[in-house]
């Protein structure tokens, strides 16, 4: 079992461009979520979705992110356009279901540098 | 609104000696309570939970709600235990969202 696959590792880019992440969650696993956790933080929960609904997405700065999980599977994360402050790095987690004593499994983020 | 405090960004003990990770946390409901570790270079997981009441590598958390702490235990650290330790919480009342502490750097040194 690979886990939570998450794509690209790395990425840098300048102010004003584009960018995307993809993640793919553990096979069967029904709810996923997007983190950001600043330099010396922890992670901040920036959107949660249960299959292709997205059920708690109050943190995530509208005017600039989007997410889409289409067929409930693999999910994108986008940014348009970046700021120096959106420099962090992006985890992608997925668990079996939305219950609270649900273990969350995290993939290997994305560490995202905006110049 | 909920929140997770760990007081301590770093704590630096030598091999051999107890460690105490602390975390206390700002909740109104009944809450679900995680430890997180993230060794050098490997993705962020699971180490407890509160509801389990188990030891893992030798760690243990006792969920005090009077105090509202959930600090991390080990009597004799080890050079491996050294890591990013973050404590976190859940609950129905905020919609299952997983909050997280800051995180504290433990480092065990020989």
């Known amino acids: 079992e690979a886990g939570v696959v998450q794509s690209p590792r790395y990425k840098i880019i300048e102010k004003k461009q584009p960018v995307a992440f993809w993640c793919n969650p553990i096979?069967?696993?029904?709810?996923l979520y997007w983190y950001r956790q600043n330099l010396g933080q922890g992670p901040e929960l920036l959107i949660r979705?249960?299959?292709?609904?997205?059920?708690?997405d109050s943190q995530l700065p509208k005017d600039r992110f989007s997410a889409e999980r289409l067929k409930g599977v693999d999910s994108t994360l986008k940014i348009q356009p970046a700021e120096l402050g959106d420099s962090a790095v992006y985890l992608c987690?997925?668990?079996?279901?939305?219950?609270?004593?649900?273990?969350?499994?995290f993939g290997p983020g994305t560490r995202l540098t905006v110049l | 609104a909920q929140r997770v405090t760990q007081p301590e960004k770093l704590l630096s003990v030598f091999k051999g000696a107890p460690v105490e990770l602390k975390c206390n946390y700002s909740?109104?409901?009944?809450?679900?309570l995680f430890w997180y570790v993230q060794y050098s270079r490997q993705r962020l997981q699971l180490l407890l939970r509160?509801?389990s009441r188990e030891s893992i590598k030798g760690f243990t958390a006792d969920l005090n709600k009077g105090e509202t702490s959930f600090h991390l235990k080990k009597p004799f650290a080890q050079e491996e235990d050294s890591a990013m330790y973050y404590c976190?919480?859940?609950?129905?009342?905020?919609?299952?969202?997983?909050?997280f502490g800051g995180g504290t750097r433990l480092m065990v040194k020989p």
């Open positions: 909740y109104s409901g009944s809450p679900e």
């Open positions: 509160h509801i």
């Open positions: 096979s069967g696993h029904n709810t």
């Open positions: 987690a997925s668990s079996p279901s939305g219950r609270p004593t649900d273990t969350q499994y």
């Open positions: 976190a919480l859940s609950g129905n009342n905020a919609g299952n969202m997983l909050t």
């Open positions: 979705y249960e299959n292709e609904e997205a059920v708690d």
